[in-house]
T-cell receptor
Framework: AQKITQTQPGMFVQEKEAVTLDCTYDTSDPSYGLFWYKQPSSGEMIFLIYQGSYDQQNATEGRYSLNFQKARKSANLVISASQLGDSAMYFCAMRETGNQFYFGTGTSLTVIP | DGGITQSPKYLFRKEGQNVTLSCEQNLNHDAMYWYRQDPGQGLRLIYYSQIVNDFQKGDIAEGYSVSREKKESFPLTVTSAQKNPTAFYLC??????????FGPGTRLTVL
């Protein structure tokens, strides 16, 4: 079974609008971490936001927030006030106890002027 | 400036050759990772190392080898046994239970 599932291969959003990128995960480990990364066309992976499995509050970092629904095993990324520079691939990832990370297949986001 | 460097940025290999991709970090991170990314795909783990002189196979280790003789360095060798090595290779490091930091990547092409 896939550890991380991203069901949206591509998404479009109007500039200045908000967009939600979906991520569901599968684990039986009670202690885990969830991450979102941005990958521009240059290829480098840029860390955006982190949510721990025991965190009570949803994580926020500037225009990024993580909608963490533990019972549904979902960790959706919300980008508010989209900018043209947000156009990129976005990857959801999970770390279980230990050091291995699992990545989804990514969502390509295009911001339309 | 602290960070992760990978070299070269572009690498071309003839079939049957071994090539080594460099990954160096000055972040004093214990754990280091190598991933492979194919076009339109996510990242797949090749090898990771938690401490010097210790490393574990990831999901796609066949045809690859690594060493970890120094904390700062985690080179990846793509051997001739890897049948389809053309891909984008990313190195990452991590401190404790925090996020991974990634290098800029190496694009390997087999001619």
């Amino acid at each position: 079974a896939q550890k991380i599932t991203q069901t949206q291969p591509g998404m479009f959003v109007q500039e200045k609008e908000a967009v939600t990128l979906d991520c569901t995960y599968d684990t039986s480990d009670p202690s885990y971490g969830l991450f979102w990364y941005k990958q521009p066309s240059s290829g480098e992976m840029i860390f955006l936001i982190y949510q721990g499995s025991y965190d009570q509050q949803n994580a926020t970092e500037g225009r990024y927030s993580l909608n963490f629904q533990k019972a549904r095993k979902s960790a959706n990324l919300v980008i508010s006030a989209s900018q043209l520079g947000d156009s990129a691939m976005y990857f959801c990832a999970m770390r279980e106890t230990g050091n291995q990370f699992y990545f989804g297949t990514g969502t390509s986001l295009t911001v339309i002027p | 400036d602290g960070g992760i460097t990978q070299s070269p940025k572009y690498l071309f290999r003839k079939e049957g050759q071994n090539v080594t991709l460099s990954c160096e970090q000055n972040l004093n991170h214990d754990a280091m990772y190598w991933y492979r990314q194919d076009p339109g795909q996510g990242l797949r783990l090749i090898y990771y190392s938690q401490i010097v002189n210790d490393f574990q196979k990831g999901d796609i280790a066949e045809g690859y080898s690594v060493s970890r003789e120094k904390k700062e360095s985690f080179p990846l060798t793509v051997t001739s046994a890897q049948k389809n090595p053309t891909a984008f290779y990313l190195c990452a490091s991590r401190f404790s239970y925090n996020e991974q930091f990634f290098g800029p990547g190496t694009r390997l092409t087999v001619l």
